[in-house]
Nanobody
Framework: QVQLVESGGGLVQPGGSLRLSCVAS????????VGWYRQAPGKQRELVAS???????TYADSVKGRFTISKDVAENKVALQMNSLKPEDTAVYYC????????WGRGTQVTVSS
């Protein structure tokens, strides 16, 4: 059972930045896929960004050029740097790891509002 704990969410003005962090209880270097999803009120959960074990990154079209996903295998961390935030980025953000099974964090709230 892999435990994932997210942090770094909060309230930010449009155009601002936040950095989300996810600490895993097991080595993320062994994971086939790690990523971030988000779910806004009344909407389905959607992929924001992911990175494979070979380092291939995928981003949702809505965040390309603004968000960057990274992983630190030494510290078992997955991070999401979010720049130029928009009100439509407001959602609960979830860390995700596939390591033989699907594992999810509990989520961290990101609110973009003036």
């Amino acid at each position: 059972q892999v435990q994932l704990v997210e942090s770094g969410g909060g309230l930010v003005q449009p155009g601002g930045s936040l950095r989300l962090s996810c600490v895993a209880s097991e080595s993320v270097s062994r994971a086939n896929l790690v990523g971030w999803y988000r779910q806004a009120p009344g909407k389905q959960r959607e992929l924001v960004a992911s990175i494979t074990s070979r380092g291939v990154r995928t981003y949702a079209d809505s965040v390309k050029g603004r968000f960057t996903i990274s992983k630190d295998v030494a510290e078992n961390k997955v991070a999401l740097q979010m720049n130029s935030l928009k009100p439509e980025d407001t959602a609960v953000y979830y860390c995700y790891v596939f390591l033989g099974d699907n594992y999810w964090g509990r989520g961290t709230q990101v609110t973009v509002s003036s």
